[in-house]
């Protein structure tokens, strides 16, 4: 093999966006690797007067150094004259506030919630259904795992506060029941 097809082989890699090339010919092979970033990460190290100290953040590669833009400064307006801001008005209630007689149930973990098992299933409960502790309410979808919501309380589904398929927050409330 001669220099020139060496020096070819090279260019196209080069090129394009492949990351190895493996050529032979005859009892001549030639392997071409192109290195990606490699990225290093260090462990935290303890110190007796600090506790577990990180080292964080790493030093950045000279070659993955940037600068961040900044924004442009706003052109000089001309005075306006002082107005006070609105005045604030009475902040409306996340969720409707239970009677004495009714409890909310609480999301236990961050997901996404779901009222039937499957798409083509009947939900788990409805407004007007009667439910016992340890009946399934709904199910939580965290990191690709199904986790039922069983009811720790006993009464009748009063109102179903969140839509299915919607992200909850961790003790959001989910559904108001009647005791």
Sequence with gaps: MDLSKIKELLKIVAESDVS??????????????????TVTVQPPVYNPSFGFQTGYPPPVPQAYQF????PAAPPAAAAEPYAPPPAPSAPEPETPAAAANQTTVKA?????FYRRPSPD???????????????????IEAMKLMNE????????????????????EFDQDLFVVEN
């Design 20 to 37: 190895e090339v493996e050529f032979e010919e005859d009892d001549f092979k030639v392997v071409v690797r192109k290195h990606s970033p």
């Design 67 to 70: 600068a961040v833009p900044q």
């Design 108 to 112: 236990p973990i961050v997901g996404t």
């Design 121 to 139: 299933d009947a939900p788990f409960v409805d407004v007007g259904d009667t439910i016992k502790p340890g009946d399934v309410l709904c199910i």
């Design 149 to 168: 919501i069983e009811s720790e309380v006993s009464g009748t589904i009063v109102k179903v506060l969140v839509e299915d398929g919607q992200p909850v």
